[in-house]
Antibody, heavy 125, light 104 residues
């Protein structure tokens, strides 16, 4: 059974940096793309970023709202996905979920089949 | 970028009733690909449907979905108490705003 556990959230001041981790077990981590999705308090889901497996070139994509500030990475030897968040803003306050990404007909058609419980990031002075 | 619009925002129904949720895409990017998720308060989202109409592992058959082009539908044939939740559609890097199914 796949398990995903996020960590690294907390209270952080605007402009500072934070790194989130997503530790995965129960699967061959290197075979899968991973994604981060966030949810501001009382709001809907917002996709943040994904990173494909090395078999698909390890390509990365970002939502426009975080591009240039956030960096996704992965360590297949440790089964961990990371989200480095720089220049944090109050509007980045959210629960951050990591999820396993699956493909339907091909790598451009993806969905998220297993989710962690999330880690809360609060950006406030 | 595709924009997904879900309606209604809130659906008030009684257990045993049928729920029909809509998700409309701003333009047709792929006619064969959409996913649906369920989220209960304080919990992570759970995948219900992928590829427009394929149920995820463990999802009961009272959940069904259909659609193509820009119009997609999630149907819950007979609402069980555990089905009252928020439902999101997703295509590529876009999520709909969600439909809350609440007890009437």
């Amino acid at each position: 059974e796949v398990q995903l556990v996020e960590s690294g959230g907390g209270l952080i001041q605007p402009g500072r940096s934070l790194r989130l981790s997503c530790t995965v077990s129960g699967i061959t981590f290197g075979d899968y793309a991973m994604t981060w999705v966030r949810q501001a308090p009382g709001k809907g889901l917002e996709w943040v970023s994904f990173i494909r497996s090395e078999a698909y070139g390890g390509t990365k994509e970002y939502a426009a709202s975080v591009r240039g500030r956030f960096t996704i990475s992965r360590d297949d030897s440790k089964s961990i996905a990371y989200l480095q968040m720089n220049s944090l803003r109050t509007e980045d306050t959210a629960m951050y979920y990591c999820a396993r990404m699956r493909y339907f007909w091909g790598p451009s058609q993806y969905y998220f089949d297993s989710w962690g419980q999330g880690t809360l990031v609060t950006v406030s002075s | 970028e595709v924009v997904l619009t879900q309606s209604p925002g809130t659906l008030s129904l009684s257990p045993g009733e049928r729920a029909t949720l809509s998700c409309k895409a701003s333009h047709s990017v792929s006619s064969s690909y959409l996913a649906w998720y369920q989220q209960k308060p304080g919990q992570a989202p759970r995948l219900l449907i992928y590829g427009i109409s394929s149920r995820a592992t463990g999802i009961p058959d009272r959940f069904s979905a259909s659609g193509s082009g820009t119009d997609f539908t999630l149907t819950i044939s007979r609402l069980e108490p555990e089905d009252f939740a928020v439902y999101y559609c997703q295509q590529y890097g876009s999520f709909g705003g969600g439909t809350k199914v609440e007890i009437k």
